[in-house]
């Protein structure tokens, strides 16, 4: 297949999602097709890059479910699929689902604040604290704490004392979430409903362990030391950590299965818009 056969191929992928999405009444995202459908192929293959592929394999399942009932009606089919004619390859949207389905727990309502793979890692690596959720016995718990992202293992550490309600509940139940986010400007508007704020967060789900392994636990624990004190070195500036420092302190490994993010920014000129620290300051100006 030469590049134009290719182009065009995309293209009509591109509208045969959209006619797909028309017909699950998902009109918001059929949209989103037909505006890369009349572009170009290279604009359908950009957008491709921050789809999520599980989002990309229950399209084209659908397309195919759809193309398989209208063969059986005798109705020509509305485009050809072939997956591995598909873009590729693209960073893995984290969380293998079962059975190639979405994951309804990563999924935003407004897609157009979802933020790229690129821009969660970097999120991840640069935020100082985050909050681990865990429930026991129908009873959530959330501790906040600072933590590091080992990109490598896909998994965040964290660290408490060797006993306390932390361990406890992760030990009985090792579904957990965790969140880290920021504030920025705060937005006024004409009307009450229409203030609103830029922000940007992440919300990863999987699964938490303590981390019996003593070579794994003081992995963990250095990455901590290093993310924090990365102008500092074991053996030169401080005395490396210990067996008995690691008998007295939990070592906590969340496994990533699925993530999403979120952020929102306005141009620098938003009429009004100011930072939280400077309300108390506004306000005195007002009352002048």
Known sequence: MNAEEQ???????????AEV???K????????????????????????????????EALAEMIELEQRDRAEAGQERAVEIVPDRR?????????????????????????????????IRSFLHESAVGVLATVRDGQPFVNSNIFVYDEDRHAIYLHTARTGRTRDTVEANPKAAFTVYETGRLLPAEEAREFSIEYGG??????AFVVDDPDEAEGGLQLLLDKYAPHLRPGRDYRPITAGEL?????????????SGKRKCVEPDFP???????????????SA
């Open 247 to 259: 008998k007295r302190t939990s070592v906590f490994r969340l496994d990533i299965e699925s993530w």
């Open 21 to 23: 999405l028309d017909g």
């Open 202 to 207: 992440v919300v990863v789900f999987g699964n």
């Open 7 to 17: 182009e065009a191929d995309l293209t009509l992928w591109a509208n045969g999602v």
């Open 25 to 56: 009444e998902r009109p918001e995202l059929a949209a989103v097709f037909r505006a890369l459908a009349r572009r170009d192929a290279e604009a359908v293959r950009q957008a491709m890059e921050v789809f999520p592929p599980t989002m990309l």
């Open 87 to 119: 873009p590729g390859p693209r960073p893995r949207r984290s969380g293998p689902v079962s059975g190639g389905e979405l994951d309804p727990r990563t999924q935003l309502r407004r897609s157009d604040r979802d933020a790229d793979e690129t821009w």
């Open 272 to 286: 009004g818009a100011y930072r939280y620290e400077d309300r108390l300051r506004l306000a005195d100006e007002a």
